[in-house]
Structure formats: structure tokens, C-alpha cells
């Protein structure tokens, strides 16, 4: 989904800050989009909320079923959820590990998936205080991303492959590798197509890999980046 233009004026606006901007999310109905700051402790609501309370970098923060609610993970081994209306933390959630990406797999906003530094993926159920049915990868998780029709999560890892994962089995269908390619940062982004046959990440030496998911082979390789 594109955002629109009152979006796009928002966000022309936000990207001359001199800060670095992790993530920027935006809801449905465009209402509001979602600045994630990850040199500072906070994420923000554009021009409508300021949220303070973790005490590390944040990492990732995304919208939770609804405009009203957010949960961020961050640095400091926790992933919270804010009630924008309160513009109070309601929850935290303690994941031993610090968080570096994470996504939210209903339009309901009861399931929150996280990647960590310690090598694993956890799923949460908003209900409950503890993870449950962790992936255990060969490295650091630096980035996570949904399919469109959330059966599939992709998962970049440090040991320089993307593995490809089936949520409904939460089970591991698929591995992605190739000559040349190196995830070169903690932070390092790996994306579906919007039709969900291909995925692409950036490689340490300025490369862009893009596999077909279903052939598990590399279709291009893209190297104009310095």
C-alpha cells in the first residue's frame, strides 16, 4: 500500500532530521505514520506522541491491530506496547535477549513475532507474559518481514543466508545463499516482493540479491551501489 500525498508531505518533512530513522510504518487509514529513531530511546507518532520508557536503541516499532496501539523492541532486551490514547507503556514484555526487528501477524494484534541477537525467533500472544514455540537460527536475526497473506515469515540471519518460514507449521521451509552475498550489519533488511515470489536484501559490498522464493534460486544480482 502507498501512502498518500498528506503522508508523503509528512514524511518528506520527517527524513530531514538528522537522526537515523530505523523504521517508518503507517496505518491503513493513513491517519497516522510511525517514526522509529533508533539513535534515541524513543519512537514517536508524528506530530502527536513523544513515547519515552526503554532505556536502549529502538530497533523496530510497528502499529498493533490498531491506530491506537504500538509495540516497539529495542536494545534493551524488551518489547513494549503503548496505548497512544494514554500515551503510557500498558505492557513490557522481558525477551532476555536484545530485540532487532519485529512484526505483528493479525489485523488483530494478539500475535507479536521478534528477532533477537541471541539467535531466535519468539512468538507472542499479547495474553500471555511469556514467549512460546521459539526458532532457534545460526545467527544473529537482524531483520524479519511478513508475506501479504501473513503465512510467511522471512527472516535475515548473520550467517549470511535468509530463511524463509512457514507460520502456520513454524517450521523452517526454505534457505537462501549465494556466492558473494554477506550480511554485512545487525540491522541489515530483508524484504518479500509485494506478490510474494521474490525476496531481496542488500549484501556488505553494495550488491542487491534477489531470489525467487519458489525456484529457491538467485534471479539478479544488482551492483550499481558504491
Known amino acids: 500500500m502507498l501512502p498518500t500525498r498528506n503522508t508523503r508531505r509528512l514524511l518528506r518533512s520527517i527524513f530531514h532530521t538528522s537522526r537515523r530513522l530505523q523504521t517508518v510504518p503507517f496505518t491503513t487509514q493513513d491517519a497516522r505514520v510511525l517514526v522509529n529513531v533508533s539513535e534515541t530511546t524513543i519512537s514517536i507518532s508524528v506530530f502527536q506522541h513523544t513515547l519515552t520508557g526503554h532505556c536502549g536503541k529502538v530497533m523496530a516499532a510497528k502499529f498493533l491491530g490498531e491506530p491506537s496501539k504500538v509495540v516497539t523492541g529495542s536494545y534493551d532486551r524488551t518489547l513494549k506496547i503503548w496505548d497512544l490514547r494514554s500515551k503510557a507503556c500498558i505492557e513490557t514484555k522481558f525477551a532476555g535477549s536484545s530485540c532487532n526487528d519485529l512484526v505483528t501477524s493479525d489485523g488483530a494484534g494478539s500475535t507479536i513475532i521478534s ?91 553494495g550488491s542487491v540479491f534477489i531470489w525467487s522464493v519458489v525456484t529457491n534460486m538467485i534471479e539478479i544480482v544488482l551492483k550499481n551501489h558504491s
Request: glycine residues 8%.
Open 115 to 205: 528477532g533477537h541477537f541471541d539467535q531466535r525467533i519468539r512468538f507472542w500472544d499479547t495474553r500471555a507474559e511469556s514467549s512460546s514455540n521459539d526458532i532457534l537460527l545460526e545467527g544473529k536475526v537482524t531483520s524479519l518481514d511478513l508475506s501479504r497473506d501473513a503465512n510467511y515469515l522471512l527472516s535475515c540471519v548473520r550467517d549470511d543466508t535468509l530463511k524463509l518460514i512457514d507460520l502456520r507449521m513454524k517450521k523452517i521451509i526454505g534457505s537462501f545463499s549465494a556466492d558473494g552475498f554477506k550480511v554485512g550489519f545487525d540491522w541489515t533488511r530483508a524484504t518479500f516482493s509485494p506478490d510474494g515470489q521474490y525476496i531481496a536484501v542488500g549484501s556488505s559490498d
